[in-house]
């Protein structure tokens, strides 16, 4: 080859800041424009199977508390509030979905123990969620829904109860046990001081009592155990 017609490049001279990529606007469309992976979000949230079970392939779950259960079914999209029959009695739950006059079996079977069926509410939320509320006969953990599913560990659920769920007179119990730790805080009389001081009040002017007429002052009576 002649030597006169080669052309000869020297990169001898290029530092490494002078070497610059160029960036073309496709190929910073074609990076925004890749689809990101969606992450389905779960039907049943943990609170829709807790200290129960969750059944999935069955398309249900149930919940309790020490007085309730909260059963949550997934509806096909073709089954609305207007074509579902819901039976609940004491001792047992059957759901029909009613489809081109076709009769589905959504769910079904005997309790693990008695409900108060009279009182029971049901409710279709989402479009295809179905939620059934029931109260327990007795105030007892539920091993299971219904008596043809396995167990579940009753040694691992929540054992604590919302305040709603006690009785009227625990209720109240608890409301003066708070008030009175309220009060010694503050230095005030508790719920049952306050008790006396309204009686003796009452006493101190009535007939033949000695301070009858006298401004009010508890501290000068004593009390005899």
């Known amino acids: 080859m002649d030597s006169t017609n080669q052309v000869i490049y020297d990169f001898s001279n290029l530092t490494a800041n002078e070497v610059e990529i160029e960036t073309t606007d496709d190929t910073d469309k074609s990076t925004e424009n890749k689809v990101k992976p969606k992450v389905e979000t779960p039907f049943f949230e943990l609170s829709d199977y807790l200290n129960g079970a969750l059944h999935e392939e069955s398309h249900y779950s149930w919940s309790q508390t020490f007085t309730e259960i909260e059963i949550h079914i997934r509806l ?124 003796l009040r009452k006493a101190w002017d009535a007939e033949g009592s000695p301070f009858k007429g006298q401004p009010f002052d508890p501290n000068i009576v004593q009390f005899q155990n």
């Open 76 to 199: 096909s999209k073709n089954v609305t509030s207007k074509n579902l029959k819901v039976n609940i009695t004491y001792t047992s739950i059957d759901i029909h979905a009613i489809v081109d006059g076709e009769r589905t079996k959504v769910l079904g079977g005997q309790l693990y123990d008695k409900c108060k069926a009279p009182d029971a509410m049901w409710t279709i939320t989402g479009g295809n969620k179905l939620n059934i509320s029931v109260d327990k006969t007795k105030e007892i953990w539920w091993k299971k829904l219904f008596q043809h599913e396995s167990e579940i560990d009753t040694k691992k659920i929540d054992c604590s109860r919302q305040m709603n769920e006690l009785s009227d007179e625990t209720q109240a119990q608890i409301n003066q046990i708070q008030f009175d730790e309220q009060q010694k805080l503050k230095g005030q009389p508790t719920s049952d001081q306050i008790k006396q001081q309204e009686l």
